[in-house]
């Protein structure tokens, strides 16, 4: 057990009524959704990890945020530091995907290597390649992540992940997701708590595993690149991974912000809870 790690969700931001079809297929009905914004720090000694970044909103940024109504935010590095960590000295970042919103504070952390499929990195590559024509694929795509993370690619300090794989760094593993993103990844983190998992955007809401009216049939989601079939195979590739037990997943979208795990630090009314 000498590979287990300290587990924490950092809140940083909310989105205001978003409609819930636009993003889990079906809910016409459902009307609209807050939903939150997270990412993850994992911590053993020295290390500091995280699992993905969240995204700026200064002047510096892409106006990401405008574009999609998410008018409730925090710094994702102020949240760190109110934990007592600053950008410089996280070591190492999984990124579960390049949407914005889970990569757009990449370049806050000059010291980190970075891990990540090397089918999703690739894949947008070429997909922002494509003529405007195909925006539709890059429209959750912030440009300057890219840019960063070829910089960060020169300079040595990313490993392009093949599929599943253990031990990415001890203790933290990660499994190829597909189907939000074509190189979506998962991830499974040993903590005193046990092997807990990590969604990603693999779902939003649990009621995707679960079943709409629990009656067990997987649910897609409504704002995926990757295609149906992917979707639910990633899906019940995180239900045998929790077996069945919703207290071992940690969604990152999870619009019940947590329950049952303790609130560490409220800042601003942003929750930072420990995992495990
Ligand atoms: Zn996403």
């Known amino acids: 057990m000498t590979d287990v790690w300290d587990l ?3 809140e940083y931001a909310r989105s205001h009524q978003q409609p819930w079809v636009d993003l889990v297929s079906g809910m016409y009905a459902d009307g609209g959704v807050d939903l939150p914004f997270s990412f993850m720090l994992a911590q053993k000694g020295d ?9 700026m909103q200064d002047e510096g940024s892409s106006g990401f945020s405008r574009k999609f109504g998410i008018p ?16 410089e000295a996280v070591t190492d970042i999984v990124i579960t995907h390049a949407h914005f919103d889970h990569m757009g504070s990449v ?3 000059p010291n980190a290597r970075l891990f990540i499929q090397k089918s999703e990195l690739l894949t947008w590559y070429e997909a922002i390649a494509l003529p405007p024509r195909f925006g539709y694929l890059t429209a959750i795509i912030d440009p300057d992540n890219l840019r960063t993370a070829l910089e960060a690619s020169i300079e040595h300090r ?23 993103t074509i190189g979506q990844q998962f991830v499974i983190v040993e903590t005193r708590r046990g092997r807990l998992v990590i969604s990603g955007d693999c779902v939003y809401s649990r009621h995707q595993i679960t079943g709409r009216d629990n009656d067990g049939v997987y649910v897609p989601l409504n704002n995926a690149t990757g295609s149906v079939w992917e979707q639910l195979k990633t899906i019940d590739k995180i239900n045998k991974e929790i077996g069945g037990d919703q207290d071992r997943l940690i969604v990152l979208h999870d619009i019940d912000r947590w329950t049952g795990l303790p609130v560490v630090k409220e800042v601003e009314g942003y929750k930072i809870v420990r995992a495990g």
């Open 8 to 10: 924490f969700v950092l």
């Open 47 to 55: 290390r500091n990890v995280l699992i993905d970044t969240g995204f």
């Open 72 to 87: 409730n935010w925090i710094s994702p590095v102020r949240m760190l530091s109110e934990i007592g960590v600053a950008a």
């Open 107 to 109: 370049g806050e952390f």
């Open 158 to 180: 990313v490993t392009l992940v093949d599929g599943d794989e253990n031990d990415v760094l001890p203790g933290i593993h990660v499994r190829l997701g597909s189907g939000h």
